[in-house]
């Protein structure tokens, strides 16, 4: 069976601290992807990042960065100088694959983090 | 291209009664999929489909019914509404190959009295 968890129920922070996203997950795959999705107020789940299971880099996209790591089971999502537009809930997910990489798309999230940026 | 869409995008239900929440992609996605997000639970798999004709179960299977007639719709059936099912509820699609990016819906905000 996959978890996912992700331990920081609640995380608030001021305007500009860097803020870390915690997830670990659990898997007897030896393919398959990981995600991260932002669910601000108004509700709808916004794709942030994909990663496969052979990819190991880092990815760095604007103030967003992640940090994939097979040996600890973990993919934490860092917002660096955060802004009060980041504030949302967080869930990192994951999906098996099979060994061409296919995956058939169910994926299990974890609980999600609420983080609020006050101004 | 409206990618996915969901109908009603909220309702209220007395116990016992019946009804379909809706799902439509324009997208020619193979794979769809029914989500519940629950407080401090995330989103768990009600349903999913791989096509037109094949549906299984997900993680949460009990009191919802499903079926795929053709590739852009896939309704999701409550048969006698319970308040446990007082939920918001996602659709999903996406393609099956590698580059899997799941297209959510906006949700439907059920509520079970």
């Given amino acids: 069976a996959q978890k996912v968890t992700q331990a920081q129920t609640e995380i608030s922070v001021v305007e500009k601290e860097d803020v870390t996203l915690d997830c670990v997950y659990e898997t007897r795959d030896t393919t398959y992807y990981l995600f991260w999705y932002k669910q601000p107020p108004s509700g709808e789940l916004v794709f942030l990042i994909r990663r496969n299971s052979f990819d190991e880099q880092n990815e760095i996209s604007g103030r967003y960065s992640w940090n994939f790591q097979k040996s600890t089971s973990s993919f934490n999502f860092t917002i660096t100088a955060s802004q009060v537009v980041d504030s949302a809930v967080y869930f990192c997910a994951l999906s098996a694959a099979d060994a061409g990489g296919t995956s058939y798309g169910k994926l299990t999230f974890g609980q999600g983090t609420i983080l609020t940026v006050h101004p | ?113």
């Fill in chain 2, 1 to 113: 291209n409206a990618g996915v869409t969901q109908t009603p995008k909220f309702q209220v239900l007395k116990t016992g009664q019946s009804m379909t929440l809706q799902c439509a992609q324009d997208m020619n996605h193979e794979y769809m999929s029914w989500y519940r997000q629950d407080p401090g639970m995330g989103l768990r798999l009600i349903h999913y489909s791989v096509g037109a004709g094949i549906t299984d179960q997900g993680e949460v299977p009990n009191g919802y019914n499903v079926s795929r007639s053709t590739t852009e719709d896939f309704p999701l059936r409550l048969l006698s509404a319970a308040p446990s099912q007082t939920s918001v509820y996602f659709c999903a699609s996406s393609y099956f190959v590698s580059n899997n990016e799941q297209f959510f819906g906006p949700g439907t905000r059920l509520t079970v009295l």
